[in-house]
Nanobody, 126 residues
């Protein structure tokens, strides 16, 4: 059983940056593919970014390409989401998720993921 804890959210002005972190415990982190999702008020949870267990492959939603960067440090059991050029429409609760996987696999369908964190709030003011 893997436990995921997100941190790093907050209130920022449009154009600002944040780095979200997600730290895992209770499992073998390096054997998990990881993803970030977000959910805005009144909307469904949507895919943001994904990374393979080695970190060698990444995938992004079109809406965040060029602004968001996902990375991981397996030695620290942590995955990151660097968010730049924030927009008001990026306001949401951001969740990380984990799925046992090997090789270069990554996943963008939330139904594929087995474990979820509690989320961290990101609010962008205009």
């Amino acid at each position: 059983q893997v436990q995921l804890v997100e941190s790093g959210g907050g209130l920022v002005q449009a154009g600002g940056s944040l780095r979200l972190s997600c730290t895992a415990s209770g499992g073998t982190f390096r054997s998990y593919a990881m993803g970030w999702f977000r959910q805005a008020p009144g909307k469904e949870r949507e895919f943001v970014a994904a990374i393979s267990w080695t970190g060698g492959r990444t995938y992004y939603a079109d809406s965040v390409k060029g602004r968001f960067t996902i990375s991981r440090e397996n030695a620290k059991n942590t995955v990151y989401l660097q968010i730049n050029s924030l927009k008001p429409e990026d306001t949401a609760v951001y969740y990380c998720a984990a799925k046992p996987a090997y090789g270069g696999s990554y996943y963008y369908n939330l139904k594929e993921y087995d474990y979820w964190g509690q989320g961290t709030q990101v609010t962008v003011s205009s």
